[in-house]
């Protein structure tokens, strides 16, 4: 693995500033040549990176999936805290396990970063739009990619992107064809359903009341799914980049089902007093999203596609009676992860309970 001889002093520029002292003349270090490749990433940026990255950095927990995904989740050796959480892709990646956090309430320890001598970093858009952290990772001299993938578009794009950083284009491809795939299988059938019978729906994220607004990707794959998901055209409280509605609210669109990421968000909304009158509580219509390598349908998760199967077949099950959701996530897992997943194992990924480690 060649060091980065300019990446080291750009770090110590960053730590200790101008010393003002004088230093020998240090001697002269060979390296060799490193074949690179011109990789375009979301923001539009030209940026060359080497061939077969070894030592890889995921800023961004759907990168590191996206990296693991691509059958390069071994190489990575910088990530978020999130990654670790998620029960399934440890086990898959114990290397993760291990890996350095240079993050810190989502700014960048560049130290600790550099620390973790990465050939390639990925990082998300939120991180690219602040001048300070483009400006220490400017100044390490390691090749990073940006990646958005904010709607289904942009994530299939983000997709391909990765693939071609890592090398791994035809894999990356495969994926999308599949993902595609299944938007046109639950589309050739949600067609068939009038507007006025479609299912009305809220999407609680993570804590209770965060939701969906429009244009994003979790609005679009609910669409994608059949849902009419009742947040994403209404006023919604806006903070620390998340979107949340009120109580109120969700008792005025008065949804037919609620779909929830995190357990103790299902067991809120299910025994809480407050949310008691609902219809879809009332009927038992609360229903906990699957959770594989990362949460289905959560903001930047991974499996997407495994979301609009599953949603279309929670909502509408005598139109996908042919759904089978046990095989497609055996066969999902084994074609593209290569894990022989058991019974047990796929019950407990579409349950969703334990998958993840909490806070």
């Not at 639950?186 to 994220?205: G, L, M, N, Q, W």
């Not at 996530?329 to 019974?343: A, R």
Request: charged share 25%; net charge negative.
């Amino acid at each position: 693995m060649v060091k980065r001889l300019g990446a080291i002093l750009a770090l110590t520029l960053l730590l200790l500033g101008a010393s003002g002292c004088q230093t020998k003349t240090n001697p002269t270090v060979q390296t060799e040549s490193i074949a690179m490749v011109s990789v375009t990433d979301s923001f539009g940026r030209e940026v060359n990176v080497p061939v077969d990255p070894e030592r890889v950095a995921c800023l961004y927990a759907f990168t590191g999936h996206v990296t693991t995904l691509l059958d390069k989740g071994p190489d990575i050796v910088a990530a978020v805290e999130g990654l670790k959480r998620d029960k399934l892709l440890t086990q898959m990646v114990p290397e993760i396990l291990t890996a350095f956090i240079p993050l810190s309430a989502d700014k960048i320890n560049v130290e600790e970063l550099i620390k973790s001598d990465p050939d390639l970093i990925f990082i998300r858009e939120d991180t690219a739009k602040d001048e300070r952290e483009i400006e220490q990772l400017d100044k390490t001299g390691i090749p990073y990619i940006i990646i958005s993938d904010t709607t289904m578009e942009q994530q299939m794009e983000a997709i391909g992107i990765i693939g071609k950083a890592l090398g791994k284009e035809a894999e990356a491809d495969e994926y999308l064809r599949f993902y595609q795939g299944s938007i046109d299988r639950v589309k050739a059938v949600i067609d068939e359903i009038p507007e006025a019978e479609r299912v009305r729906v809220f999407h609680s994220v993570n804590e209770a009341t965060r939701t969906d607004f429009k244009d994003t990707l979790p609005a679009e794959w609910t669409a994608a799914a059949g849902a009419v998901n009742v947040s994403v055209n209404s006023d919604l409280r806006f903070t620390d980049n998340k979107y949340f509605a009120s109580l109120e609210q969700i008792y005025l669109w008065e949804p037919d089902v609620i779909l929830a990421h995190e357990d103790a968000a299902l067991e809120y909304i299910t025994t809480n007093e407050q949310w008691a009158a609902l219809e879809a509580v009332k009927s038992g219509k609360v229903f906990k999203m699957p959770n594989g390598i990362s949460r289905w349908g959560h903001p930047g998760s991974l499996e997407t596609p495994l979301a609009i199967l599953w949603t279309a077949k929670a909502l509408y099950p005598d139109r996908f009676t042919d759904l089978d959701m046990s095989a497609e996530t055996k066969d999902f897992y084994l074609k593209f992860f290569g894990i022989e997943l058991s019974e047990e194992a796929v019950a407990d990924i579409l349950t969703g309970s334990g998958m993840r480690i909490p806070k």
